[in-house]
């Protein structure tokens, strides 16, 4: 049986400092080697001289060796602690039930070993040699291992039944906290008076989608749901609208990401596969985000956009460390279950490497497509390649895989959906990105344009490419070269660290 511990503050510094908030706060640093420690020095700074650099990183030397660290900030709510053990145990009788009782027939209780509390820490910085720890650090994925033990330990219930919540329960279990965002403030125009609806324009987005903030099981998600108009005048409003939610099909789910199907008319929550699958009445288009960061809530609440000039050289100071950073933070793993084909294959439309595995990529529908509804069809082709990044990575050299990629994502689409011609489709690339592994939209022409496809947000493929070739240079030459014009959120990081700073003519912080 593993041995149980109990961590208390310093009996030393409690009663030198005579006060139980005593306790040091530092910066613990996690280095590439094993020191034998065999007492206190008197200066640090003789040993140990840390150089900060750019983008939370810094750099030192130790014994001749050159080191590079950065800094990783523990979740809220989190504290670090640095404990050394002792030889003492807890008491019995502070492990006792808090009435006294004890079951005489009990096993022995094993032994509470008492850890003493040196100091805190809300960061610590990881070393490696000559360059920065990777990603997948194995310290560093470590403690992300066990926060997140924790958070599926504090986030348990007592009933058994709950260990593996089904998909669709999750929608009936979410509590509804406030708005975040509606597609529009105006309400949705009267269908058109047609009498060939197979030719008539889809209906446009105005005020058929909304985006929720709430929680389920205390911790916090993001549920967008989409119909002809919605009420929003108040949070009763939208709280009577989620209790109608009902006949709720899970079309699938991948990492914290889960999209459904569902009814608006409040009846039938239980129904069976088929009734689901074949329910005309399933009006709603559900996504769950669950569950969800502080980043997700800024991207998906109502800001204001403002138009920035990422020059190459902005793009390279801080701009490329900042994708970097949200490179490492995990956010791709979604991206890599589908490649890696764990996730979602049976929704694969397409898998090709006939330009070479290296150069592979696969498309399916993206998760704010219904998959019923042709007019506003969108799918989504992931690249194999783990180097691009964004259009910024894309090279001259680039442009007959690029070709090969449109050529093939086409004719895979108008296959699989033969009422559509090659003209009536229409792909491009965002920039920036909601993530940062290079993919391309394909969607119908048809499509309403809302603020995804505006210009300073989409770039069309055909463009990028004809873009390319006429790049000056070698195969080498890239679009990171270039300098490209887009809007971002005032809520976005870019925005308030590195292109308003500029603006008001002071040092971006990132």
Not at 51 to 80: C, I, M
Not at 142 to 165: H, K
Not at 210 to 236: H, K, P, W, Y
Not at 424 to 445: A, D, G, M, R
Request: include cysteine; aromatic fraction near 8%.
């Amino acid at each position: 049986m593993p041995d149980m511990y109990a961590i208390q503050p310093c009996s030393k510094a409690s009663a030198q400092l005579g006060s139980k908030d005593s306790t040091l706060q530092c910066t613990p640093n996690i280095l590439p080697c094993r020191i034998h420690h065999d007492g206190p020095i008197d200066s640090l700074d003789r040993y140990w001289t840390v150089k900060d650099e750019k983008d939370n990183t810094q750099t030192a030397h130790f014994r001749g060796r050159k080191l590079r660290g950065r800094s990783v900030a523990l979740p809220d709510g989190y504290q670090g602690v640095v404990a050394t053990p002792t030889d003492r145990v807890l008491p019995a009788a502070q492990r006792a039930d808090s009435d006294g009782a004890e079951d005489a027939e009990a096993e022995p209780e094993e032994p509470v070993k008492i850890l003493e509390t040196q100091g805190t820490f809300d960061e610590f910085v990881v070393w490696g040699h000559e360059s920065l720890p990777a990603a997948d650090d194995t310290f560093v994925k470590g403690v992300e291992e066990w926060l997140q033990f924790a958070d599926a330990l504090a986030n348990m219930t007592d009933s058994p039944d709950t260990d593996r919540i089904a998909p669709e329960a999750l929608i009936t279990k979410f509590q509804v906290s406030k708005l975040l965002k509606q597609g529009s403030t105006h309400p949705a125009p009267p269908p058109p008076q047609s009498k060939d609806l197979k030719k008539s324009a889809p209906p446009d987005q105005n005020g058929r989608r909304i985006t929720l903030l709430g929680t389920i099981d205390n911790t916090q998600g993001i549920l967008t749901a989409e119909r002809a108009a919605f009420a929003t005048e108040s949070v009763a409003v939208l709280q009577a609208f989620h209790s109608a939610i009902s006949r709720i099909n899970n079309l699938g789910d991948n990492d914290i990401y889960r999209w459904y199907l569902a009814s608006s008319s409040g009846n039938n929550n239980n129904p069976t596969p088929a009734e689901a699958s074949t329910n005309p009445q399933q009006d709603l288009k559900l996504n769950l985000i669950w569950p969800c960061t502080a980043q997700h809530i800024k991207k998906y609440s109502d800001q204001q956009l403002r138009m920035v000039t990422e020059t190459a050289e902005i793009y390279r100071t801080h701009v490329r460390p900042y994708m970097q950073a949200k490179r490492e933070e995990g956010r791709l793993n979604w991206v890599f279950n589908i490649l890696e084909g764990r996730t979602e294959q049976e929704d694969v439309i397409l898998r090709d490497e006939g330009h070479g595995p290296d150069d592979g990529f696969l498309m399916l529908p993206d998760l704010n497509w219904d998959r019923k509804s042709l007019g506003s069809l969108h799918l989504l082709a992931l690249v194999q390649r783990r180097d691009i990044w964004s259009l910024r990575d894309l090279k001259k050299s680039f442009v007959p895989w690029l070709k090969y990629l449109r050529e093939r994502v086409l004719e895979a689409t108008v296959s699989m959906y033969p009422a559509l011609e090659a003209d009536q489709i229409k792909l491009y690339v965002h920039y920036q990105p909601t993530y940062y592994h290079f993919h391309v939209h394909v969607v119908n022409v048809m499509l309403e344009a809302g603020a995804t496809q505006a210009t300073g947000k989409a770039f069309g493929l055909e463009n990028l490419i004809s873009q390319l070739e006429t790049l000056s240079g070698d195969g080498d030459a890239s679009l990171a070269d270039v300098d490209l014009t887009y809007f971002l959120g005032e809520a976005n990081e870019l925005w308030t660290d590195v292109f308003e700073p500029l603006k008001q003519g002071k040092q971006p912080s990132r």
